[in-house]
């Protein structure tokens, strides 16, 4: 079993920046694909970036290209998301997720699941 803890989530200004990090236990996710997820209020989870287990492969969605960077430290048992340049639309619950699918994209593929951080961007 894996346990995930999100955290560094908050408000913050359109324009500003947002470090999250998502913490595990239980078991090494050296050998785990990560990702981020959001859910906004009324809407389905999305995807957001997702990083292989050695970082040398990284997957973003087109909404946050250039402007949020995923990164792992296996040796801390963490990953994390660095937002840049938030938007009001980014607003929503942050979710990370290990899998040991190839399918970093789809939601139902991931294994575990942290209980989320919200995310609020202000006008």
């Known amino acids: 079993q894996v346990q995930l803890v999100e955290s560094g989530g908050g408000l913050v200004q359109a324009g500003g920046s947002l470090r999250l990090s998502c913490a595990a236990s239980?078991?090494?996710?050296?050998?785990?694909?990560m990702g981020w997820f959001r859910q906004a209020l009324g809407k389905e989870r999305e995807f957001v970036a997702a990083?292989?287990?050695?970082?040398?492969?990284?997957y973003s969605a087109d909404s946050v290209k250039g402007r949020f960077t995923i990164s792992r430290d296996n040796a801390k048992n963490t990953v994390y998301l660095q937002m840049n340049s938030l938007k009001p639309e980014d607003t929503a619950v942050y979710f990370c997720?290990?899998?040991?699918?190839?399918?970093?994209?789809?939601?139902?593929?991931?294994?575990?699941w942290g209980q989320g951080t919200q995310v609020t961007v202000s006008p």
């Open positions: 239980g078991r090494t996710i050296s050998r785990y694909v």
């Open positions: 997720g290990a899998t040991r699918s190839d399918s970093a994209y789809d939601s139902s593929r991931y294994d575990y």
């Open positions: 990083i292989n287990w050695s970082g040398a492969s990284i």
